[in-house]
């Protein structure tokens, strides 16, 4: 079954340490977007990509990078730059050029820094 | 610009009871509007989503909603809750005139909880 995979599920890093969180997809969808949720907030943009090679900053970019080297991956770097990491970060997919197409999420990664 | 707020932050109701889920949704133009679940510890999965056509929408687990362009609401209902149904619910707001991925704006959240 298609489907996105976020890796690993829990996530420990101590402050000041560079962390990479993994999505793989295998939707063969083109555009690929990672949010950030915490409790009350919602979900929040933090960078989409739409094509290999290619991304944007979202509402949230600072302290964070992306890469998109494979239509399948969109790793997500957390940096010793972002002030309050500890969250639970979801990646999700969609199809391009297509607003209405619904957005297909992985099952998340909690990141708790200390 | 487009915002989304959701008045409840939580809802408790009893097992067999009926449910309506609540968004205000403030945009330019009619945009596309989806209702996301969340169950604990997991990602996101789609409810119900509109955006044209006939404005009384089935979704999963039961749900049905209405789109109202004169009260700006595409409320959830579903008339008999289940335990199961006991999650976190998301709506959200695309804009139609955007041409490029799908870029949402999402609400707070309703957290329910079903009582047995």
């Known amino acids: 079954d298609g489907g996105i995979t976020q890796s690993p599920k829990y996530l420990f890093r101590k402050e000041g340490q560079n962390v990479t969180l993994s999505c793989e997809q295998n939707?063969?969808?083109?555009?690929m977007y990672w949010y950030r949720q915490d409790p009350g907030q919602g979900l929040r943009l933090i960078y989409y990509s739409q094509i290999v090679n290619d991304f944007q900053k979202g509402d949230i970019a600072e302290g964070y990078s992306v890469s998109r080297e494979k239509k399948e991956s969109f790793p997500l770097t957390v940096t010793s730059a972002q002030k309050n990491p500890t969250a639970f970060y979801l990646c999700a997919s969609s199809i391009p050029g297509r607003p209405n197409s619904p957005l297909h999420f992985g099952n998340g990664t909690r990141l708790t820094v200390t | 610009a487009q915002s989304v707020t959701q008045p409840d932050i939580h809802i408790t109701v009893s097992e067999g009871a009926s449910l309506e889920l609540r968004c205000n949704y403030s945009?330019?133009?009619?945009?596309?509007l989806f209702w996301y679940v969340q169950s604990p510890g997991q990602g996101l999965q789609l409810l119900l989503k509109y955006f044209s056509g006939d404005t009384l929408v089935q979704g999963i687990k039961g749900f049905e909603a209405e789109f109202k362009r004169s009260q700006s609401s595409f409320n959830p209902r579903k008339p008999s809750v289940h335990w199961s149904d006991a999650a976190e619910y998301f709506c959200a707001v695309g804009a139609r005139n955007t041409g490029t991925a799908s870029k949402l704006t999402f609400g707070t959240g309703t957290r329910l909880q079903v009582t047995l």
């Open positions: 945009y330019g133009a009619t945009p596309y």
């Open positions: 939707l063969n969808h083109d555009a």
